[in-house]
């Protein structure tokens, strides 16, 4: 079946530090590739999305880079803020299959001034 | 335009009862779909509908069942309540049946004593 597989955290950052979250997938069909944030007590916000390989999702200075060779959806922030700490999540919806997404574990980002 | 309402946004029930929880959708959404979110299994599928049509199923007990109402809102049903079925559940729309945008609600924490 499908999944996804994002590195465990939480990761702990200063503030400007740059940020990369590791993101391996595998999937049944061609899939279209999402991360997703969540801060406390809210639903899931999209980020960023790629929908073939080769593109590039970026929004609010994160950027993920859709790689079929290696099967990989890394999202990178060059400076993050204080704000930006929540958890994110990578996820995968295989096209002209519905709207169903294979959500990853999630990787809980801590952001210090 | 409003988001995703889902209500209500807690609920506390006891082993054996059993819960029902709503889901309106974006306007002009005629896809919705649930998500189960609890810190050991993270977020998994439970069900997508589409014009009142279940169209994909997660891999769940035959207690949680769902449905999908003409003006696309949808519910979710949990009979005989488990203490392991306490989790978030949140609801997606989408616009159309596949290949769309998921838009995520507050979800309903659901505590079951």
């Known amino acids: 079946g499908d999944s996804v597989t994002q590195m465990e955290g939480p990761v702990t950052l200063s503030e400007e530090a740059f940020l990369t979250i590791n993101c391996t997938y595998t999937a049944t069909g061609y899939p279209s590739l999402f991360w997703y944030v969540q801060y406390p007590g809210e639903g899931l916000q999209l980020l960023l999305k790629a929908t073939k390989a080769d593109d590039k999702g970026s929004n609010k200075g994160f950027e993920a880079t859709y790689r079929k060779e290696t099967t990989s959806f890394h999202l990178e922030k060059g400076s993050v803020q204080v704000s930006d700490s929540a958890v994110y999540f990578c996820?995968?919806?295989?096209?002209?299959?519905?709207?169903?997404?294979?959500f990853g574990g999630g990787t809980r980002l801590m952001v210090k001034p | 335009k409003a988001g995703v309402t889902q209500t209500p946004r807690y609920l506390i029930k006891t082993r054996g009862q059993q819960v029902t929880l709503s889901c309106s959708p974006i306007s002009g959404h005629r896809s919705v779909s649930w998500y189960q979110q609890t810190p050991g299994q993270g977020l998994q599928f439970l069900f997508e509908?589409?014009?009142?049509?279940?169209?994909n199923k997660g891999n769940f007990p035959g207690r949680f069942s769902g449905r999908q109402f003409s003006n696309s809102r949808s519910e979710m049903n949990v009979s005989t309540l488990e203490l392991g079925d306490s989790a978030l559940y949140l609801c997606?729309?989408?616009?159309?049946?596949?290949?769309?945008?998921?838009?995520f609600g507050q979800g309903t924490r659901l505590t079951v004593v």
């Open positions: 996820a995968l919806r295989i096209n002209n299959a519905g709207n169903m997404l294979t």
């Open positions: 509908y589409f014009s009142e049509t279940q169209r």
């Open positions: 997606a729309s989408s616009e159309t049946a596949t290949d769309t945008e998921a838009f």
